[in-house]
């Protein structure tokens, strides 16, 4: 069966510093992968998602970077990190399905917290 | 542009009692249709998901929905809510060209014994 992991679970960094958050998937092959960020009270936001290595798009303009090296591998980075990037960051995976939409399956989430 | 609405903010009910969560979504076609649960600093868990077929979905934990095309809703309900079901509900839609989600701002549901 597939699992999805993120780390660190909970992330505490003062504003100007980098980031990096990790995901992996386990189980699967070519997953379509996201990111996402949930501020408190709000919903969620599509950050990045990635449909193979090497390949990523971006939504929203922002202080964030996403990379994916390996098949299954997602990275969210930050160079100088902002207050306003505080929030709940969630991976999910999908069944890659050449662009056709599919079921997304979320991981458990890291807690950043810029002070 | 496609949007999804959960007018209820929070909901308040006790336990035993039934529950109904209101999802209405904004898209030309209909396209694949996701309810989601997030217990405190979890990350979300799928309760259930509308294709095709039978508009009348079974889901885990003892949830269906329902998709109705002519008032583009897909409510969420239970007939007697356990004390356990307290989270936050988010409703989700995927236009079916797109590899995309796009979620409602969330429904909090309390339960009171």
């Known amino acids: 069966s597939q699992t999805i992991h993120q780390w660190p679970a909970t992330l505490v960094q003062p504003v100007g510093s980098p980031l990096s958050l990790e995901c992996t998937v386990e189980g699967t092959s070519n997953p379509n992968l996201y990111w996402y960020r949930q501020a408190a009270g709000r919903g969620l936001q599509l950050l990045f998602y990635?449909?193979?290595?090497?390949?990523i798009s971006s939504e929203v303009p922002q202080n964030l970077s996403a990379s994916r090296p390996q098949d299954r591998q997602f990275i969210l980075s930050s160079k100088k990190l902002l207050l306003s990037d505080s929030g709940f960051y969630l991976c999910?995976?999908?069944?890659?399905?050449?662009?056709?939409?599919?079921?997304?399956?979320f991981g458990p989430g890291t807690r950043l917290t810029v002070l | 542009a496609q949007s999804v609405t959960q007018p209820d903010i929070h909901i308040t009910v006790s336990e035993g009692a039934s529950l109904e969560l209101r999802c209405n979504y904004s898209?030309?076609?209909?396209?694949?249709l996701f309810w989601y649960v997030q217990s405190p600093g979890q990350g979300l868990q799928l309760l259930l998901k509308?294709?095709?077929?039978?508009?009348l979905v079974q889901g885990i934990k003892g949830f269906e929905a329902e998709f109705k095309r002519s008032q583009s809703s897909f409510n969420l309900r239970k007939p007697s809510v356990h004390w356990s079901d307290a989270a936050e509900y988010f409703c989700?839609?995927?236009?079916?060209?797109?590899?995309?989600?796009?979620f409602g701002t969330g429904t909090r549901l309390q339960v009171f014994p």
């Open positions: 509308y294709f095709s077929g039978d508009t």
């Open positions: 989700a839609v995927a236009p079916r060209n797109t590899d995309k989600l796009i």
């Open positions: 999910a995976w999908s069944v890659g399905n050449g662009g056709r939409s599919d079921t997304q399956y």
């Open positions: 990635s449909v193979g290595i090497g390949q």
């Open positions: 898209y030309g076609a209909t396209p694949y």
